[in-house]
């Protein structure tokens, strides 16, 4: 098992905003989390990478309690992240970006330096190693992110609104990359989508939440069926609609 | 060891105009007083490497770390009574003082640094001045450090290595030049080592450090702690060199604000930012000093400077290493 | 944009350029000395007057002055090196001893001063004789007062003004001249009634010196101290410090204070109505012309130790005449600092006189054997003779002496001179009036 | 009891004098985040005026109070226009940097001016006056600058909270972007913002002149106290920059009573001790 939750509840001054949550991750596995605005998927990946600690439930990464611990821990242990609006260290190249995440697992410069290449090679970024983050285009620095997490050398990956601001095409590349990754680096992923279509291509199964509760999980084809993630999900997308 | 060594001497990473522009800056420091015979321009080199010393090691939290400490001083200050208390009560050689004002200024900020690394900005910022302050006044209230009337080095005739006295500002020239080159070697390590790229990663994004498996607090208290350990080496090469220290000299906050603001004008967070900033600063200072101090009219030596800073940090807020790197870019384009 | 950065850095290097440049100047024969003093930064108004009284004392020695009845008047340059004039080459010290150092050495080496003179502050002094020492150039040290300075064997240095420990001695001579009823005017006092004293001395270099030797002779003569504390100096505020004095309800206040300082402390112990017998000042701020300019009236009955007081004309003509002419010049009396400078440079001139060279081992020998009798200066002086007046002393003036003055009939009034006795210019008065 | 009455006294009069000075800072800091190094040059500004209009004319440094106010207010007008503003977008030690070279500027300025001599305000109706109740004596003119620093407080305080402007200026200070889409000028809120800064901490100054003196060095060690008073509060807090005013007023006095020598230490003390436990000071939001 690479990943438990049980029964995890975070509030913030009396607003709950994860009840009672509890769900398993296998080794290897795609699971996708989706919900509508506001249904607590971002509070609960930071509740499970560090940033927030739990109200109460446990969390337990390979069989270890890891509830609570610190973000720079939880990443030790092999459990990394993206993050929904970008956070590239805006000062420093895109190779020296994905080095620091190498180091991670290394404390020889040499080494960084050779794997934060052969990523960047794999995320067809091996051109700009010498350029600034923003000098690029978003498609480009969300892969930095990305890059930046895999030197770390996680076994769980987390993606958060990995799609958000991307077209149809930077999207498909983007899937097209994280399948090839996964394959090479056997890592499991666990990835937060606002957009469906995103959610759907890629994970084996997804997680629904609504108003910081789980209300169903399963195959991605089956859920989208369900009546109450309709209502949960897409409701408030045709309510808003019209 | 030998990659460690590389490390340490190799700017194989940097273009070549900086080399080039470093190999010459080498040579001029090192023929220096053999071209310039001038007493007064030999001490302004002095100082300017004894603030390009300064600027280095406040480069490490300021620069790369980005906190912005205006309490440098204080570290000057535990060099300082460190290397002039031991000489003057157990006459113990110059060499052996450096690591005892680096381990008490070392102690001091790991002591200090866990509360103040709980405050951001501006309250940081504030923060470090008063702790630079306290010591200062508490230097100037104890009557075991000399209080206000400091520490006296009694004066030593002729060329002496145990206690870095000098008849000749020649000697003293080398001395700082070696501490100096000495910093810049290790600044140049560090900028490349795991420690230095954290330090950079805390400073441009401290949530996403940590996401890296950075401890953000530890970085930031070891940046801190080792810039500390730089500014008492600085410290404890004043006192052998006035002779003379009292608090108001050694630990003023006009120290620390010099400190951070000739890093400020040569560009933080670059190697070459603070010997840049020292360059231009430390000589338009004393020059313009020399020069205007003592006119019947005072103050124009000061609205010049100040005209000078407003200038830099309003057009170009990076420093002068921030206009070179934008004209590289322009041509290499 | 980028012309403009090109033209503020090839004005910055231009501009360093030019100063590197040694600037030889081929005037005529002309000695310079160098002198050293906080021109700019919180004591810059006494370096101003400092400054005024070394550069009349210049302008003495080089042009003829007749009638004033000191030697240096009728010089026309110094005699003994042919009519060379005196050119003093003054540098900011900033208050910063390191700034000190750095200016000496360029004096000494750059600008080839045959000697120094300064630095008012014993912390600037002490680094910049150092630099004198090292190189061998003889400093003068007319200015500084903290007793260290002549306890280091210096070869280079000789101090003109009496120190610390000499105007405490004067100090403690005078509470036991009142006691001895020998003050001119005032019957003799119990001891009782200026006992306790209270003491208040800034926490700089030269306040601590100061506070130490006050306990030393107070122990010394068994007088009692009710409090002694040193305060934060360039204070915002001294309410509380002054409310500390008056609440220790000592009839005796003594201070040790620079200018701003003692205008505070005066301004809060008026607003506190204190009301001690005696108050004090030792020399600094309390002598300062923006001292009794800004309070006015309110000094009047404040006592000072000082070298020099306008009113020694009535003693001394010499220095009345000087005082016109400062006077003219400057716009305010000649104080206790323009007049130590004054006889800063006036000891260079006999020095160079005597020495009939500019070599530094001549002149070290001219300053060691230098004796210029009392009534060649403008001082109330026995005259300029270095030697080891308290133990431990190495050239320091022997015949000098410090008075103590008292603020009489102010706005309007000046200086009397009431200690010592057989000097006095004025009747003593006593109990302090208070303030209206 | 005595002198716990007369330490107190003192305390909170020097107290409304340093929360006033603070005032202005505060409220730059709320607005636009920066930190101004020049702020004691201003009240040397303040100073000064109420000296010069009071010895060269005859007027009653009373009557200067306006007149500092105003020459506050353009100072800081102007200091805006020409230098903050572009100094806005830099990092932060830029604008440290930038306004501590305002601040040698105006120091140097008033050195290159008026000489370095100390001067003091001689006479007004309340210079030199002394009030005497009981065990207490205080002077007339703290009496009065603490009635004033009273009413500046009130006056800002509705200013900010009351009117259409404070709004202006507090939206501009909770989000400056979103405060422009609204319509607000948000460059005219900053310039405000110094406007009001630098007329209060002037107003400060011409009421310190009447018992404090006056040269061009007088503002540095007030600026450290301000800043100590203004984090102490909390930036951008007014009630915040009032309370650490007067506690810092007190902790001055008491420790001047017993242990002058370390008084700056224990406000500095104080202040640290606070911030580690609220990090954002007394009042910080």
Known sequence: MMLEVKNLVKEFGGLVANADISFELQQGEVLGLIGPNGAGKSTLFNCIAGYYKPTGGQILFEGKEITGWPSHLVAREGIARTFQGMKIMANLTVGENVMIGAFCRTGDRRIALKEAGEILDLMGLDGETEAYPAELPIASQKRIELARAIATKPKLLMLDEMAAGLNPLETKEIIQILQRIKEQRQLTLFLTEHVMEFVMTVSQRVIVMSAGQKITEGPPAEVARQEKVIEAYLGERYAKGR | MRQLLIDIFSFGDRPRFEKIGFLIFILIVFIFPWIVTSAYGRAVMIKFLLFALFGLGWNLIGGYGGQVDLGQAKNVGFGAYATALMIVWWKIPFWVTIPVGVFFAVLESFAVAYPMFRLKGHYFAIATLCVALVWKELFIFWDWTGGARGVEIPIRTGVDFAYMQFNSAIYYHYFILFLFLTQLLFMNWFRKSKMGYWVQAVRDNEEAAASLGINVTNTKVKAYCIAAALGAVGGSFMAVYYLYIDPDAVMPLDLSILIAMTVMVGGAGSIWGPIIGAAILIPLDMYLGAWLGAQKRLGIDFMIYAMIMMVIAAKEPRGIWGIIERVRKKRSR | MGIKKLGISSFVVILSLLILLPNHSFAQKEVKIGVILPLSGPLAPIGKSLKDGAELAADIVNKKYPGIGIPIADWEGIPGLGGAKIKLVFSDSRGDPAWGAEQAKRLIEDEKVVGLLGAYQSAVTKTASVEAERAGIPFVNPDSTSPDLSKRGFKWFWRVTPHETWFTRDLFDFLDGLVAGKAPGVKAISKSELEPLAVAAENTEWGAASLTEIEKFAKERGWKIAEAFKYAHKATDLTSESRRLTGSKAPTFLFASYVSDAILLVKAMKEMKAAPRLIWGQNAGFIAPDFWKTLGGDVNGILSRDVFAAVLGKVKPEAERINKIYKERSGFDFDGSSARDFIGVQVWAHALDKAKSTDPKALQKALNELNIPGKELIMPWKGVKFGSPFPGDTNQNELGSGIIIQYQGYPDGKPEIVFPFEMATSKLIYPFPGWK | ?285
């Open chain 4, 1 to 285: 009891m005595e002198l716990t009455v007369q330490l107190l006294v003192y305390g909170i009069l020097m107290g409304l004098v340093f929360a006033l000075i603070a005032l202005g800072l505060s409220l730059i800091f709320g607005v636009m985040n920066i930190v101004n190094f020049a702020h004691g040059e201003f009240m040397m500004v303040g100073m000064y005026i109420a000296y010069l209009l009071s010895t060269y004319l005859p007027l009653d440094p009373l009557l200067s109070l306006p007149f500092a106010a105003g020459a506050g207010y353009l100072l800081g007008i102007v200091s805006y226009r020409l230098l903050i503003h572009h100094i806005l977008r830099g990092p932060m030690v830029a604008q440290l940097f930038g306004t501590f070279g305002l601040m040698l500027f105006l120091r140097y300025l008033a050195m290159y001016i008026f000489t370095p001599d100390v001067r003091s305000i001689k006479e007004g109706i309340l210079v030199g006056k002394t009030l005497s109740m009981g065990w207490i004596n205080v002077d007339a003119s703290k009496v009065f600058s603490a009635g004033v620093c009273l009413l500046a407080f009130a006056v800002i305080y509705w200013m900010i909270y009351r009117t259409k402007l404070g709004r202006a200026l507090r939206a501009t200070s909770i989000d400056s972007e979103a405060a422009k889409y609204m319509g607000i000028d948000t460059k005219g809120m900053n310039a405000l913002a110094w406007g009001i800064g630098g007329a209060t901490v002037a107003l400060a100054g011409a009421l310190l002149a009447h018992f404090y003196y006056v040269t061009p060095t007088v503002g540095m060690l007030f600026t450290l106290i301000a800043f100590a008073t203004v984090a102490l509060g909390g930036f951008g807090s007014i009630v915040g920059a009032f309370i650490a005013g007067i506690v810092i007023g007190l902790i001055m006095v008491i420790s001047g009573q017993f242990v002058s020598e370390l008084k700056f230490s224990f406000i500095y003390i104080v202040y640290f001790l606070v911030v580690v436990f609220r990090p954002r000071g007394l009042f910080g939001w």
